[in-house]
Each structure stands twice: as structure tokens, then as C-alpha cells.
């Protein structure tokens, strides 16, 4: 052996360690740093090792190295990681590099395993164009010249470090080939430090044991189509915080988060992004840890309890996924290995300068498998019962907020070919799961974003939609005497209704800075701004498609969200806000009991207008249809502060109704005017139909009316 290949391990400059250290032929050679005396223990002997290099290089030599040993510097006595063989079956690495093992996270990271019976960790890392990569940590001294790994096919580096276990502190040491060294956290860490430390932490995936199975067992027999789906919207670093400012943890989160919206009629929890981030202004959207359940609250295990909590209330749970865009953190993905690993090269493919991130290259395969086995990891290991994609349109699209900086496909289009694959084969694999379900928000008009890949569509299962969201707003935040100019602004979204299996958003994106509250979107005093909000969550939950509403609109938050800080309960002291708070829990609980609101939301069959064309008094009415339409409801809504007496809308059938709801009763805060608790259909034709009824519309309200049997 040459001095050079010594000073280039003393150096931690040596690509290939295993043919220097450990054991060889007549030889086993140690690199112990700062050790000033070290030997070789078999069963039955010490032998001294001869220090050749000060820094702490030492050999020993013997007639033929034993299978088995350990080696002792100074009191401790240790395993020596290089004389364990290549630990990945060159099976696994090549499916890594082929883009297709789709549980990449059980082959890379860091795992407790025992090689040739001995326990340690498992540290692999995909690094292609590094110089060298090694495992620093507390166990180490954060040395990067103690632990260099091996270097494998396709450009994946490991090592196996006997004696460390779970909970040790880690980060790997990159060297690039221009000489710049960067200490990178692990692409697939399980756990991390609480920011703003940055290192991950090995973590087993096998320490808890679920109740969930009988959601998980009738999870997939669910037909979410057919079934009424309310998402409650939650940031859990802001919905509720305790009295010192700090956030709930996990496990609080299971019992006061989950038994509010059990207790509110919420199907779904959908969470922003719980991904491990470093920024928490980020809201969680750039992510750094795509494997690892954020430390701010708490375990990856207590994540779980919290998922398995929400299971065994009934309750779905819905994360926010973020495959379009990574931050360029210096811990993180970006420039991984010295070079554009995750992203592209090309600045104008490779970047978003509205937002200041990296863009994934979806044509290069192990970027895939990252991505598509972080969506089953998520899926499979956590139990969640959807993702929702983020920011799906700037996937889609080359030219997405570059102006004319970018790069034409192959075709000379503007669409990412790449990326459209990407999410057809993430919806494909995710519907493997049994009810499992993806939703997209996508604010452009690209076709059939809920259609099924085998008809050429992404193959989402829900698209949110965007257009319906502003237009509805923008009418609300309007003074109800400009209304009747804008009537199609509530009536166009019926013209598409049907296109895509939608998602009806209230989101957190609406009630940010500068956009104001939901409640303080809405014009007038004190109740007319209520009365509004009332009747705009009236006519969604009457509207084809699924709920979702964000986190305070539903107890009449007045100010912008805040993420810095709790929503503000203490609102709830006033009557304004309990009788919102009250009115949202009986519009969840009607939409839950009344299958003509759910079972049919993707056709015209389940919707029929009564009429839209009374702009001048701001007044649609529509019936909403069940599978068998013998169950039906009449929806009549007044968008305007002023009562309508004997106002008259045509009907199926004759016959007694009854006025199942009204947002304008006193219980929810209102004027308490309607019709007596039910209102007689007579046979007079009207509105094209062969029967009609005679109504008190309140102001600002949506009053629905059932057949009586």
C-alpha cells in the first residue's frame, strides 16, 4: 500500500476506502482518528496494531485475518464498519436506478439492521457525480474523514456502522469534484432534528402498533364519488397553540383537534404540509424532508397515533403533497452532489423564480423513485387516506411563470411531457391503495385532470376548483345592490360542473395577508357580513361537488390568518361567532344525512335549476337529486339583505315540504323569518314545472325544503 492512499484516507479524500481499510490479505488496517494506541481483538488474542501515520492510521499484520473481530483504541472496543461486505443486492440498485422499486425507501436512508449478527445502521445515499460522501454525526465528532462510504452501482454510496441504533444524530458529508464539501441531511430521512437544527436522526419505521384496522379494512369499499366528503383545512402549527405561545403536539392535536371535527360533522382532516421544512413561513410547502413527519410536534409515532386517532373517529386524513417544487436550502436537496441531482441544470427547467425554488427533473429516473415512493410511504406507512398535489399547474406547463425564459419540449409545446407522465403513473400507483384518493389543485384548463389515465387524463381523483372559488368571492365581497350585474358569477360554474369530479375550496390561500378574513370579504355591518358568509356556505354545500373550508371560517375569524400564532377561539365568547360556529356543524350534519347532496355529484342528473335568471333580486333556486330521485331537496337562495315574501318557485311534485334548514334561523344568528317549518306545494305550473309553492325568502339566506313522505 502507498503513502498516497494513506494521506488521501487521513484526508478524507480517498473514493475508495474498502480497498484500503479493513481486512486484506495479510493485513487489517484501521483509521482511528486522534487514537494514539489501537489492536485487533479476535476470541482468543490482542494484537497491537503499528501506528504508520501520527494522525492515527494503523495495521496490523497476520498470516491470514480472521472472519470475525473488533478493534480497540485506547478504553473502547468496537466493530470495524469496513470489514462488513456491500450491504444493497445489486438487485435493488438497479431497480433504484431503473425508477421502478416504488419502496425506494426501504433500500436508501438510514435503517438498524444486523449484518452478519451484528446490529448497526445502514446508511445509503444516491450521490452520482460526488467525489466522496461520508456519514458524519455525534458519533463521530461530525469528522467527515471517519466514516467514508462505498461508492456502487449507479451512483449510490453505503456504508454499515455497527453498534449505532436509533435516535443517533446524522447528516452525510458530500464532496463535490471541484473540492466544495456540504453537509447534506438524509433525501430519505425518517426523522429530523426540531428546526432550526437541521441533521436527521435514525429512525425505525417498525415501532407502532395501529387500531385503525377496521377504517383501514372498510376504507377501500368507500365510493368517495357517491359519499359526502367535508374537509376541514388545518395548518396544526396554528390551529390551537397553549397559553405560552407553543403549538399542540401530535398526540394533543389526537384528542382536541380530532374531537373538534368529530364533534363539527368533518369527514376529512387535510393537513398543510407536515413534511419536515426549515422555514415555518413557508406554511410547510418547502420541503426538505420528504420522509420525515416534522419534529416540531413531535415523533414520526405520534404522527401516527394522531392518523390512527382520526381513524377510530371516523375521520379521513388528507396531506398536502409538494412533488413541484424543493427549496433551495443548503442542507437540502439542491445541488445534492455538487451538481443538478433532483433538479435540472438549466435554470429555465430547472427553476421557479416567482417562489425562489427548484423544479424535479421527472425524466430522470431516480428522481421518480424518490418521488413515487415518498407518495407510497406516506400512503402505506402512515395510513393517510389521500394526497392532495400542490401548485399542479406549474408542473404541467414549461412556460409556467417564466415569461419567455424557458425551453419547448421535443414537440416545441409548452407542456412538461415529463411531468404529465410523472402524475399519471403517482395516480396510477396511488389508486393501488384501497381508498385511497389524490386530489390536484390545478387553476388552468387542462383537460380531464380527473379523468382516468387508460382515457388520457392525469388520473387525480378530485380536481379543487379554483374558478368556482373566485368567482363566488368575488360576488360576495360585492354591496348586494351591484349583484343583480353579476349574476353569472354564481351560475356559470354550472356550465362545467360536470367536466372534472371537483373539489369546492375555501382554502388557506383566501384568507391570507392581504386578502382578508372570509368574514371580512363580505360587505355591510356586523350582520349583514355573518348573514353573507351564511348564505355562501349555504349555496357550496347545495352545489355539486366536494367541501373543504379552512381552519376559522367556520367561527367567523375576522382577522387574516396568522400562522405565527393560534386562531383566535376566544371569538367564541361572542354570539356572533358561536351561532356561525353552530350553523357550519348543522350544514356538515345535513349534507352528511341528505344523500341527494352527495350521491350524485359528477352529472346533471343529480342538479336541475329551477331558475338562475332572476338577476334583478339576486335569487337562483335549484333542486338537488338523490341516485333514486325520489329523494330530493329545493334549494332557494336570496342574496340580497331584503325579505321576499310570497315568492313563488316551481317544483317536481305537489305536496307538503318541509323547511328543513334555513340560515337565517335565530339559532345560527339570524332573523329568524322563514316559513313556519314547511310551505305547501300546490299544481300550478311554474318555472317549466308542473307544480310550485308559494315562499318567504329571508334576506341573505338559502332556505332548503324536503318532500314530506
Not at 466522496?132 to 466514516?147: A, I, P
Not at 413541484?324 to 441544470?345: S, V
Request: charged residues 20%; hydrophobic residues 40%; aromatic residues 14%.
Amino acid at each position: 500500500m502507498e503513502a498516497a492512499e494513506i494521506d488521501a484516507i487521513v484526508q478524507g479524500g480517498h473514493r475508495d476506502p474498502f480497498a484500503v481499510l479493513g481486512p486484506h490479505e495479510n493485513e487489517i488496517r484501521a483509521w482511528l482518528p486522534h487514537a494514539e494506541s489501537a489492536a485487533v481483538i479476535t476470541e482468543d488474542a490482542a494484537i497491537g496494531m503499528e501506528q504508520v501515520h501520527p494522525a492515527g492510521f494503523f495495521i496490523a499484520r497476520l498470516d491470514a485475518p480472521p472472519a470475525h473481530y473488533r478493534l480497540r483504541a485506547g478504553a473502547y472496543q468496537f466493530d470495524d464498519p469496513y470489514r462488513f461486505p456491500p450491504q444493497l443486492t445489486p438487485f435493488e440498485l438497479y431497480l433504484h436506478a431503473e425508477g421502478t422499486n416504488h419502496e425506494s425507501y426501504r433500500t436508501l436512508g438510514a435503517h438498524v439492521v444486523e449484518s452478519e449478527g451484528v446490529r448497526g445502521v445502514r446508511f445509503a445515499v444516491w450521490a452520482p457525480n460526488a467525489e466522496l460522501v461520508s456519514v458524519v454525526g455525534d458519533f463521530n465528532r461530525w469528522d467527515r474523514t471517519w466514516h467514508p462510504m462505498r461508492l456502487r452501482e449507479s451512483g449510490v454510496w453505503e456504508i454499515f456502522i455497527p453498534g449505532l441504533g436509533e435516535g443517533a444524530v446524522y447528516k452525510y458529508s458530500v464532496l463535490a469534484r471541484d473540492g466544495r464539501e456540504q453537509q447534506k441531511s438524509d433525501p430519505y430521512g425518517f426523522f429530523a432534528e426540531v428546526p432550526p437544527k437541521t441533521a436527521s436522526i435514525v429512525w425505525s419505521l417498525s415501532d407502532y402498533t395501529w387500531g385503525d384496522a377496521q377504517w383501514m379494512e372498510a376504507r377501500g369499499s368507500h365510493q368517495w364519488f357517491r359519499e359526502p366528503m367535508s374537509i376541514y383545512e388545518v395548518h396544526l402549527e396554528s390551529w390551537m397553540r397553549h397559553p405560552d405561545h407553543t403549538p399542540l403536539a401530535y398526540r394533543e392535536l389526537a384528542e382536541k383537534l380530532v374531537g373538534y371535527a368529530q364533534r363539527m360533522g368533518y369527514t376529512h382532516l387535510e393537513l398543510l404540509p407536515v413534511m419536515e421544512h426549515p422555514f415555518s413561513g413557508s406554511w410547510g410547502y418547502q420541503v426538505t424532508g420528504y420522509y420525515a413527519p416534522t419534529s416540531r410536534f413531535g415523533t414520526p409515532e405520534d404522527f401516527r397515533y394522531f392518523v390512527d386517532r382520526c381513524h377510530q373517529a371516523g375521520i379521513g386524513v388528507i396531506l398536502d403533497w409538494v412533488p413541484g417544487h424543493f427549496p433551495r436550502d443548503a442542507h437540502g436537496l439542491w445541488r445534492f452532489d455538487g451538481t443538478a441531482c433532483y433538479e435540472h441544470d438549466d435554470p429555465r427547467q430547472g427553476e421557479h423564480r416567482e417562489w425562489g425554488t427548484m423544479v424535479f427533473n421527472y425524466g430522470r429516473n431516480e428522481v421518480r423513485t424518490f418521488l413515487l415512493s415518498n407518495a407510497l410511504y406516506w400512503l402505506r406507512e402512515f395510513h393517510v387516506d389521500g394526497l392532495r398535489v400542490d401548485a399542479v399547474a406549474s408542473m404541467l406547463y414549461l412556460d409556467y411563470a417564466r415569461g419567455n425564459d424557458w425551453v419547448p419540449n421535443q414537440y416545441g409545446g409548452r407542456e412538461n411531457l415529463a411531468a404529465v407522465d410523472f402524475l399519471r403513473r403517482f395516480n396510477e400507483l396511488a389508486h393501488q391503495e384501497p381508498g385511497a384518493i389524490t386530489a390536484a389543485e390545478e387553476s388552468t384548463a387542462w383537460p380531464g385532470v380527473s379523468r382516468p389515465v387508460y382515457l388520457n387524463g392525469l388520473g387525480f381523483t378530485f380536481k379543487w376548483n379554483m374558478g368556482w372559488m373566485h368567482d363566488m368571492l368575488d360576488y360576495f365581497s360585492l354591496d348586494p345592490v351591484f349583484r343583480k350585474y353579476h349574476q353569472q358569477n354564481i351560475t356559470f360554474s354550472m356550465l362545467y360542473a360536470f367536466t372534472e369530479n371537483f373539489v369546492l375550496p375555501v382554502s388557506h390561500d383566501e384568507v391570507v395577508h392581504l386578502k382578508r378574513a372570509l368574514v371580512s370579504k363580505m360587505p355591510g355591518d356586523e350582520w349583514q357580513r355573518f348573514a353573507n358568509v351564511r348564505a355562501f356556505l349555504g349555496y357550496m354545500f347545495g352545489h355539486p361537488g366536494k367541501k373543504l373550508l379552512f381552519m376559522g371560517s367556520d367561527i367567523g375569524q375576522t382577522e387574516e390568518w396568522n400562522h405565527a400564532s393560534s386562531l383566535p377561539w376566544h371569538l367564541l365568547q361572542w354570539p356572533v361567532h358561536h351561532t356561525l360556529q353552530t350553523y357550519v356543524r348543522e350544514l356538515n350534519w345535513l349534507y352528511r344525512r341528505e344523500p341527494s347532496l352527495s350521491e350524485v355529484d359528477d352529472s346533471f342528473q343529480g342538479f336541475e335549476w329551477i331558475d338562475f335568471r332572476d338577476s334583478e333580486s339576486s335569487i337562483i333556486s335549484f333542486v338537488r337529486f338523490a341516485k333514486n330521485r325520489a329523494d330530493f331537496l329545493v334549494f332557494a337562495c336570496n342574496f340580497t339583505p331584503v325579505p321576499r315574501h310570497g315568492y313563488r318557485i316551481g317544483v317536481p311534485s305537489a305536496g307538503m315540504y318541509q323547511e328543513i334548514f334555513n340560515s337565517d334561523a335565530a339559532m345560527f344568528g339570524g332573523s329568524n323569518l322563514g316559513n313556519g317549518g314547511s310551505a305547501k306545494a300546490e299544481p300550478i305550473s311554474f318555472h317549466g314545472r308542473p307544480a310550485s309553492m308559494s315562499i318567504l325568502l329571508p334576506p341573505l339566506a338559502v332556505v332548503v325544503f324536503k318532500p314530506v313522505r
